[in-house]
Structures are given as C-alpha cells and as structure tokens.
DNA sequence: CGACTCCTTGACAGCGTTCAACAGTAGTGG
DNA sequence: CCACTACTGTTGAACGCTGTCAAGGAGTCG
C-alpha cells in the first residue's frame, strides 16, 4: 500500500485528516490544465484540495464539454461509490492536493465500517444537491441569470472580502453554465453596468 | 438489489423488497397530479412505484419548473441523507407506491446499520450518475438530440417490446429536458420523418 | 353537441451563437 | 527596450435555433 502511494509522493510529509482516522493522506502537486483522472478511469484515490482549483467535466464525441463541478481549497473530489470515476478531472490552476488511496480510507467501507460508509454518503449527497440546483440552472435560467448565480455561487464558496478573483477563466464558466464565452462576457458586462 | 419478490399467498400479491428485510411497507394510492412529497418537506417516507409514474421537480418563483427525474414501477424514491426532500414529487398518472416509515427501514442506518446506509448509498450514487448525464444533457445538446436521449431513456426504462405508451405529457418532457412543449413537439416531428 | 385538454403546426421574434475584429497582457527573442 | 507572437477577453454584426404567439386538429367527457 505504501508502496503504491510513494510513487504519487512528493517525499513531503504525510498527513492525517478527520476523514478516515487510519489512513495516511500524501501531497501531490498537479499543473495547469493537466488531468488528475479521466472519466471511467479506476477510481483508485480520493483527493483534497490543499491551493488551487479543479473542474470535473463530461465530454461529447464532437468536444462539446459540460463542467459539472468545480473544486476549491478544501473540498474533496474524486469519491465513487462503484470502481470508475464518472467525470474527468483537471487542475484549472497549478494545485497541491491531498490524496489517499481508497482502500485505505474507505478499505474497511468496502468491508464493515459504518463510518467510512457514511463519510462517502455525505459527500455523495453534497454533490447530488448540487447537481440538482445546477439542473434547474441549466435548464431554466436566462444567461444573466446563469452567470450572476455562478458569482453568488463562487463569493459563497471563495469567502472574499469584497473583491474575489476567479481561478477559472471564461470557457470555463461558459461549459460550466451551458453558454458560449461571448455570452458569459457580455452577461457580466450587463451585470457590472449595473451596479455588481 | 432491489428487486421486488412477490408471493401469491393471498391472491393478491405482496411485496417484500430486499433492502431492510424487516421492514413493512404498506400500499398507498395517489391520483393523477397530486403532491406526494414538497421540496424541503421532512423526508418520512421512502417509495416504491408498483404502477403508474412519478417525476420529482423543482420550482423558480416566477413558475419556471425542472423536473430532475421520472420514475417508473420499481423504482424506489424519496430517499434522502439529510432530514428534507430537496425536490417536489407529483403523481404523473394514478399510481400506487409501497411506502415505508424511513425510521424504519433506514432506522438502524441512523445508528449503525451498515446493510442500510449502503443501500442508500447505492441509491443516492444512482441518482447522483443519473443527475451529471442529465446536466450534460441539458447544457448541451440540442433540442432534437435532447428529445432523442429521452426516447432512448425510455424505451431502455419501460423495457417494451415494439412500441411504447409515454405516461408523461409533453409539458413535463419538455420541463424534463429544458426545452418548450413546441420544440418537443417538433422534435418527435422531425425524428418521426427520419424514421424511428 | 359543446367544452375542455392536449398536441401539432405555422409565422415571427428574440436570445444566444457564430463569425469577426480588436484591445490588453504576457512571454520570447532580437 | 521594443517588435513579434500567442493567448484571453471584449465588443459588434448577422445568423439561426428555440421561444412566443396564434390557430386549428384530435381525443375525451359530460
């Protein structure tokens, strides 16, 4: 086990979470726009956000791309209930993440540990909350709409005092709201000319 | 899994379901278009279809509507991690659904059932697989391919030989997918003359 | 039969996309 | 230090897909 997870280390120290007591997390470091695991890849490790900024995304045959989720310092991603990963992710930014191998965290889950269990349901009802909330969005949203409830959405999530710089950029927020990027530029033109 | 065993004992059959063995469900009617459940209700019950259909949905202010999800005789709904149901869930048609007290079937989940959190898990990573499709769906594709995916959704679902009857109107397809029940319309037109 | 609901179809408008030009910034190398 | 390039974001103009509005057909029910 050990073994499997130095070849991902960085010779760093390790570190424990409250997440799965037991289990030995090691800090990996992924670069701009490169990918941390593909959809319906073995979904080997789950990882945590230490700085930087993530997006998990499904892609169609023809490179249309919707972004499910993005990630910030903090927050997990990459946990599954079954063996595959259902979305591709990718570092938006140069990101230092934590990651632990699954068994290792979840090894007794896969046996008789309630706790574990429970840990991955949580975080699976997180993400299908927000799923849901992004359906409607999707679905029945106007563009201005969209973009101003993405800046609600990240001041929420980055915490700012007044100003917030956006770790993504605008193709980003446009797979992530189902627009174009010219859409969202002009969305947050009509947004700032009033008053925002 | 979660199939459904009937025995004839009483002429009438009975259900058992496999998940929380010890639990009794008893049978309840809805009529066509009557509330089940609210968004952000207490989650006291899980549900069984047994026949008839269901869509689960949420509401803008204004009455714009997105329905997350249809569910079909054998599918179970309802279930949630937290305390309250995050969506609405109407009666499509008249159906009949087994319902279960949660307390009682997940009632060892809240304390130390592993065989029940799992199952919600399952069933919560289901709908979570389900909802990122849909989000695909919904961001980007267009109102023909839109239509398609939900014809092929349910021509797998209602596993019917041939031909097959859609429970749901055009207004709730077109809530389902995003669209307008005009551009549903013309969809199902426009599949039609190219054969299908 | 009339009233109602649901669906289809047509005409047109509008929102968001597509195509295009341009500004701002950063990186590179002369 | 400045040209050159590459990349990102903004803005404009025209197009087109989908929405809106409207009419009419098909089916159901009292």
Chains 1, 2 share one sequence.
Do not use: C
Not at 114 to 127: I, P
Not at 139 to 154: H, N, P, W
């Amino acid at each position: 086990m050990l073994d499997i997870i130095s070849r991902h280390s960085t010779g760093r120290p390790e570190y424990r979470v409250a997440i799965g007591e037991s289990a030995f997390w090691s800090e990996f470091k992924y670069i701009k726009d490169t990918e941390i695991f593909a959809e319906n890849e073995t979904a080997d490790y789950i990882y945590q956000i230490v700085s930087g900024a993530v997006r998990t995304l499904k892609l169609l045959p023809d490179g249309r791309r919707q972004i499910g989720a993005f990630y910030l310092p903090g927050d997990i991603f990459g946990v599954e209930n079954g063996d595959a990963h259902r979305l591709t992710a990718e570092a938006i930014v140069d990101t230092k993440v934590l990651l632990a191998k699954r068994t290792r965290i979840f090894g007794e889950f896969s046996k008789e540990s309630l706790r574990g269990t429970r840990e991955v349901l949580k975080l699976l009802a997180r993400s299908l909350q927000h799923a849901e909330n992004h359906l409607l969005l999707l679905g029945r949203q106007t563009s201005v709409e969209k973009v101003a409830a993405f800046l609600i959405e990240m001041d929420r999530r980055l915490q700012s005092p007044g100003a917030f710089i956006l770790p993504m950029n605008r193709r980003d927020i446009a797979d992530y709201l189902g627009l174009t990027i010219e859409s969202v530029s002009r969305a947050l033109s009509i947004l700032q000319s009033e008053g925002l």
